[in-house]
């Protein structure tokens, strides 16, 4: 192990083939598969909002950061297999509730402005995260993280200027812009995970250059950056205690419910059963397109043997 913790000390990147401790390995492909689960069905509260979709601009747009989702999860299972395990064996664990996806997903998507909210506030917070991450010691995780980061800046864009859209429109649509703003700002804390002090994976996660920050850190990162924004788009987050400290140099924030983040995280969210059975119907009709695929693929490794 020598030569892992000198590249890990060095700030180099570990491949693939790279002797690597068992629990190195085993907390990346977690958290890897993890983050590939939350991309696929991150695609589906922004799904169902395609063919509603106020304009065919929107609806462009819509469509391509979905399909954004659907490529940033296949990165994500191919980094995960550099890892020794099968893409087919992930998906069967998410499907059989042994590895999670982020909590964020088992909100429901009510009104068109919730499209422009998840767009500025959770691709906000998953840029913030993932930034850090562009710089892990797994090299396939690191590079994969830089490719998903330029995109999701596109899609913090275009959540924030549709919903600056909304906010100075009609009353109604301001009112509904605040309204999704309201629902999605407490969650959207959550998804950096419980405080440092209740984090199990963080210690060892910092100590392997994995994790770069701690779970508060970058949460108190994300606020930080976002008040500004909100004020830029008129719109008010509704937490009663926050303000500037000046002492510490960032805003102060009210309690976090950190019951809410657990009952969602063992199932409980408003949407976890639904997007999980929807999750397991796409993997069933999905099933004559694996089965194709790999007829194919016997197919043409048969004639290449036969060439040769
Ligand atoms: N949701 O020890 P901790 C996107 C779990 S998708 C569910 O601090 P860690 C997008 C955690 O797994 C971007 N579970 O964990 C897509 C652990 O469980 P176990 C998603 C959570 O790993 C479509 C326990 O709580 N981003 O951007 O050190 C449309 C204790 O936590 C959550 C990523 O996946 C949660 N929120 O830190 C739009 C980023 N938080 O193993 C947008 C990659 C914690 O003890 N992941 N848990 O049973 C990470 O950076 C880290 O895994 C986390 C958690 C910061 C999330």
Redesign the pocket.
Known sequence: MEEFWRIVGEDGRIEPRDVMPEDYRASLV??IA??AH??II??QP?GAWISRAPSLRRKAILMAKVQD?AG?GLYLYAAAETLGVDRGELLDKLHDGRQ??????NYPTLTWADIGT?GWL??GA?IV??VP?CRCSYGPYARAMVRVCKE?SF?QRQGFEALHTLSHGTPEQHAMAQDAVDRWWWPSL?????HDA?????EK?MAWGV?RFS?DD?RQRFVDMTVPQAEALGLTLPDPDLRWNEERGHYDFGTIDFTE?FE??KGNGPCNAERMATRRGAHEAGAWVREAANAYADKHARRTAGAA
């Open positions: 977690r958290q993890q983050h939350s991309e991150g695609m922004e989702e940033h999670k996806y982020s909590s964020i997903f998840i959770v691709d998953a995260n993932q991450l999701e899609h959550m998804m950096f995970g419980p209740e984090s199990t994976h963080s996660s994790k779970n970058l983040l969602v995280i």
